[in-house]
């Protein structure tokens, strides 16, 4: 178990694997609900991924214009799925 991991439970590293896979949830919603920034998250991710799923992860983020939030295309200030606010522990989901 690396630093990281060693900070947030197993429900916590499993919302931030699930952040990091999904397109539109850029890094900086993960850096402002759990601290950890792009790199660290990848830290995380491969220490967690089988390898071959890493690699996968790590070419459609870096293709990904939505994962940087500088990169993001006019239009997409946000991520907000139907199912948002029922997620547990997502600090962001509930703020108005």
Request: glycine share 2%.
């Amino acid at each position: 178990m690396n630093t990281i991991e060693a900070n947030f439970s197993e429900i916590q590293i499993d919302r931030i694997i699930e952040m990091a896979w999904e397109d539109r949830t850029p890094f900086d919603a993960i850096k402002y609900q759990f601290g950890l920034n792009e790199a660290e998250v990848k830290k995380l991710m491969k220490s967690k991924l089988k390898l071959k799923s890493y690699i996968l992860w790590r070419q459609r983020v870096e293709n990904c214009c939505t994962k940087h939030t500088l990169k993001r295309p006019n239009g997409i200030d946000r991520f907000k799925s139907s199912a948002q606010r029922s997620i547990s522990q997502n600090k962001i989901s509930k703020r108005r």
